[in-house]
């Protein structure tokens, strides 16, 4: 795949979107790429610790936390990308998003395959 290592390439989805989750994992599968799956800011910012994905996922809307505070240390530990999705659809969040370390931000809904080909991109 254009963009990854010639080995399956990790992604950390971190949301705790079931529904949205388990349709990104299926595509992503398909297209021959591993994930990870945290619900959680806590749990995403350990695993991404821990297991050095090649990009992440990371809903801006957590249970237990806004995920910006996760975003800009997720982002100065890897230079790998961090594609933000939410339902927000304000300017001064994505900016926000942005400026803080995310590549690129994708406003909920979206077709499945999107989010693949913006971090294909990045």
């Known amino acids: 795949m254009k963009g990854f290592p010639s080995r399956t390439a990790a992604i950390l989805v971190v949301a705790d979107d079931v529904r949205a989750m388990r349709n990104l994992q299926r595509c992503?599968?398909?297209?021959?790429?591993?994930v990870l799956a945290a619900a959680s800011g806590e749990e995403g910012f350990a695993k991404a610790t821990e297991s050095r994905p090649d990009t992440v996922v990371l809903d801006l809307a957590l249970?237990?936390?806004?995920?910006?505070?996760v975003l800009e240390p997720l982002s100065k530990q890897s230079?790998?990308?961090?594609l933000i999705v939410s339902e927000c659809r304000h300017g001064s969040e994505?900016?926000?998003?942005l400026d803080s370390g995310a590549n690129d931000f994708i406003v909920?809904?979206?077709r499945?395959?999107?989010?693949?080909a913006r971090l294909r991109v990045a």
């Not at 994505?94 to 998003?97: E, T």
């Open 108 to 110: 909920k809904t979206f």
């Open 63 to 69: 249970p237990d936390m806004h995920a910006m505070p």
């Open 28 to 34: 992503s599968e398909k297209n021959a790429y591993g």
């Open 79 to 82: 230079h790998n990308p961090i």
């Open 112 to 116: 499945v395959g999107e989010p693949l």
């Open 94 to 97: 994505k900016i926000s998003a």
